[in-house]
Protein backbone atom coordinates (compact mmCIF):
# COMPACT_ATOMS: atom_id res chain seq x y z
CA UNK A 1 0.00 0.00 0.00
CA UNK A 2 2.99 2.33 0.86
CA UNK A 3 4.13 2.05 -3.61
CA UNK A 4 0.42 3.09 -4.22
CA UNK A 5 0.30 6.07 -1.91
CA UNK A 6 3.60 7.37 -3.48
CA UNK A 7 2.85 6.94 -7.05
CA UNK A 8 -0.45 8.90 -6.65
CA UNK A 9 1.36 11.59 -4.38
CA UNK A 10 3.79 11.71 -7.02
CA UNK A 11 1.10 11.77 -9.67
CA UNK A 12 -0.86 14.60 -7.44
CA UNK A 13 2.58 16.73 -7.35
CA UNK A 14 3.19 16.95 -11.36
CA UNK A 15 -0.49 17.88 -11.54
CA UNK A 16 0.38 20.46 -9.28
CA UNK A 17 3.26 21.77 -10.99
CA UNK A 18 1.70 21.66 -14.41
CA UNK A 19 -1.00 23.76 -12.54
CA UNK A 20 1.25 26.37 -11.58
CA UNK A 21 2.82 26.65 -15.04
CA UNK A 22 1.86 30.10 -16.51
CA UNK A 23 -0.22 30.10 -19.61
CA UNK A 24 2.38 30.87 -22.07
CA UNK A 25 4.08 28.02 -20.88
CA UNK A 26 1.07 25.75 -20.80
CA UNK A 27 0.21 26.97 -24.08
CA UNK A 28 4.02 26.34 -25.75
CA UNK A 29 4.11 22.39 -23.29
CA UNK A 30 0.90 21.84 -25.42
CA UNK A 31 1.92 23.42 -28.82
CA UNK A 32 4.79 20.78 -28.98
CA UNK A 33 3.82 17.75 -26.93
CA UNK A 34 4.66 15.94 -30.94
CA UNK A 35 7.29 17.85 -31.92
CA UNK A 36 10.93 15.70 -31.68
CA UNK A 37 11.15 14.89 -28.00
CA UNK A 38 7.71 12.72 -29.11
CA UNK A 39 7.40 8.86 -30.77
CA UNK A 40 6.80 8.96 -33.87
CA UNK A 41 8.40 12.53 -35.21
CA UNK A 42 10.32 10.68 -37.85
CA UNK A 43 7.05 8.96 -39.13
CA UNK A 44 6.07 12.35 -39.97
CA UNK A 45 8.95 14.07 -41.57
CA UNK A 46 9.08 10.50 -43.88
CA UNK A 47 5.91 11.26 -45.14
CA UNK A 48 6.83 15.06 -45.64
CA UNK A 49 9.91 13.85 -47.94
CA UNK A 50 7.51 11.42 -49.90
CA UNK A 51 5.19 14.01 -50.04
CA UNK A 52 8.00 15.92 -52.08
CA UNK A 53 9.24 13.17 -54.18
CA UNK A 54 6.35 12.39 -55.34
CA UNK A 55 5.09 15.80 -55.86
CA UNK A 56 8.17 16.22 -58.16
CA UNK A 57 7.51 12.97 -59.81
CA UNK A 58 4.82 14.23 -61.27
CA UNK A 59 6.05 17.70 -61.95
CA UNK A 60 8.69 15.55 -63.96
CA UNK A 61 6.51 13.16 -65.87
CA UNK A 62 4.47 17.01 -66.83
CA UNK A 63 7.47 18.31 -67.87
CA UNK A 64 8.54 21.17 -65.56
CA UNK A 65 10.97 21.53 -63.18
CA UNK A 66 11.22 19.91 -59.66
CA UNK A 67 11.10 22.20 -56.98
CA UNK A 68 13.65 22.88 -54.30
CA UNK A 69 13.02 21.58 -50.55
CA UNK A 70 12.99 25.19 -48.80
CA UNK A 71 13.47 24.07 -44.98
CA UNK A 72 11.72 27.79 -43.92
CA UNK A 73 8.91 27.53 -46.18
CA UNK A 74 9.09 23.14 -44.69
CA UNK A 75 8.81 25.03 -41.06
CA UNK A 76 5.88 27.25 -42.08
CA UNK A 77 3.62 24.14 -43.08
CA UNK A 78 4.17 22.50 -40.26
CA UNK A 79 3.63 25.31 -37.83
CA UNK A 80 0.18 25.98 -39.96
CA UNK A 81 -0.52 22.38 -39.50
CA UNK A 82 -0.20 22.33 -35.87
CA UNK A 83 -2.05 25.81 -35.61
CA UNK A 84 -5.00 23.72 -37.52
CA UNK A 85 -4.75 20.91 -35.18
CA UNK A 86 -3.98 22.75 -31.66
CA UNK A 87 -7.49 25.28 -33.25
CA UNK A 88 -9.41 23.22 -34.59
CA UNK A 89 -9.89 24.23 -37.96
CA UNK A 90 -9.32 22.97 -41.34
CA UNK A 91 -9.18 26.35 -43.98
CA UNK A 92 -6.20 27.81 -46.31
CA UNK A 93 -7.68 30.93 -43.91
CA UNK A 94 -6.82 31.31 -40.30
CA UNK A 95 -8.96 31.99 -37.84
CA UNK A 96 -7.31 35.70 -38.05
CA UNK A 97 -8.91 35.83 -41.60
CA UNK A 98 -4.98 35.86 -42.68
CA UNK A 99 -4.76 33.96 -46.12
CA UNK A 100 -1.64 32.13 -47.29
CA UNK A 101 0.13 35.03 -49.33
CA UNK A 102 -0.73 37.22 -45.73
CA UNK A 103 1.21 34.38 -43.24
CA UNK A 104 3.72 34.23 -45.62
CA UNK A 105 4.57 38.02 -45.63
CA UNK A 106 4.11 37.53 -42.01
CA UNK A 107 6.66 34.59 -41.22
CA UNK A 108 9.02 34.63 -44.12
CA UNK A 109 12.22 36.49 -44.51
CA UNK A 110 12.47 36.99 -48.18
CA UNK A 111 10.39 38.50 -50.76
CA UNK A 112 8.29 35.81 -52.76
CA UNK A 113 6.92 36.54 -56.12
CA UNK A 114 4.38 33.84 -56.10
CA UNK A 115 2.81 31.43 -53.06
CA UNK A 116 0.27 28.58 -53.40
CA UNK A 117 -0.66 26.20 -51.02
CA UNK A 118 -2.44 22.58 -50.63
CA UNK A 119 -3.71 21.40 -47.11
CA UNK A 120 -4.93 17.44 -46.30
CA UNK A 121 -6.73 16.37 -43.64
CA UNK A 122 -7.40 12.66 -42.68
CA UNK A 123 -9.41 11.86 -39.12
CA UNK A 124 -9.60 8.74 -37.13
CA UNK A 125 -7.44 6.28 -39.23
CA UNK A 126 -4.84 4.48 -38.12
CA UNK A 127 -0.95 5.22 -39.64
CA UNK A 128 -0.46 3.94 -42.57
CA UNK A 129 3.32 3.14 -44.45
CA UNK A 130 4.85 6.84 -44.92
CA UNK A 131 5.16 6.08 -48.90
CA UNK A 132 1.17 4.75 -49.12
CA UNK A 133 0.24 7.98 -47.15
CA UNK A 134 2.18 10.58 -48.98
CA UNK A 135 1.05 8.70 -52.56
CA UNK A 136 -3.22 9.43 -51.03
CA UNK A 137 -2.09 13.15 -50.19
CA UNK A 138 -0.52 13.54 -53.35
CA UNK A 139 -3.32 11.55 -55.56
CA UNK A 140 -6.06 13.42 -53.64
CA UNK A 141 -4.64 17.03 -54.30
CA UNK A 142 -3.94 15.51 -58.33
CA UNK A 143 -7.71 15.05 -58.28
CA UNK A 144 -8.31 18.46 -57.19
CA UNK A 145 -8.42 21.11 -60.06
CA UNK A 146 -7.30 23.68 -57.73
CA UNK A 147 -4.26 21.81 -56.01
CA UNK A 148 -3.57 20.23 -59.17
CA UNK A 149 -2.77 23.82 -60.63
CA UNK A 150 -0.75 24.66 -57.40
CA UNK A 151 1.24 21.62 -58.28
CA UNK A 152 1.52 21.61 -61.91
CA UNK A 153 2.18 25.79 -61.56
CA UNK A 154 5.56 26.31 -64.08
CA UNK A 155 6.15 29.69 -61.84
CA UNK A 156 6.49 27.93 -58.49
CA UNK A 157 10.53 26.83 -57.93
CA UNK A 158 10.51 26.45 -54.20
CA UNK A 159 8.44 23.97 -51.77
CA UNK A 160 7.40 23.47 -48.18
CA UNK A 161 5.86 20.23 -46.99
CA UNK A 162 4.58 20.28 -43.11
CA UNK A 163 2.55 17.45 -41.70
CA UNK A 164 1.69 16.95 -38.17
CA UNK A 165 -0.76 14.53 -36.11
CA UNK A 166 -2.85 15.10 -32.95
CA UNK A 167 -4.46 11.90 -31.38
CA UNK A 168 -5.75 10.22 -34.79
CA UNK A 169 -6.39 13.48 -36.56
CA UNK A 170 -3.52 14.22 -39.57
CA UNK A 171 -2.96 17.77 -41.26
CA UNK A 172 -0.16 18.32 -43.95
CA UNK A 173 0.60 21.58 -45.70
CA UNK A 174 2.59 22.05 -48.99
CA UNK A 175 3.28 25.77 -49.74
CA UNK A 176 4.93 26.47 -53.11
CA UNK A 177 6.73 29.43 -54.00
CA UNK A 178 8.68 31.87 -56.08
CA UNK A 179 11.60 33.63 -54.40
CA UNK A 180 11.94 37.15 -55.45
CA UNK A 181 15.20 37.93 -57.50
Known amino acids: MVKGNKAFLALVALAGMLLALPPAAAQRLKTYRHRPEAPGIAYLVRVEKGVIKLTNEVRRKNGLPVLTREPRLCRLARQYCDDMLLRRFFSHVNPEGQTPQERLRQGYPYSLEAVGENIYGADGSEPLETE ?50
Do not use: C, Y
Open 132 to 181: LLARIMVDSWMSSPGHRRNILNPEFTDIGVGVAALGKQLRATQIFAKLKN
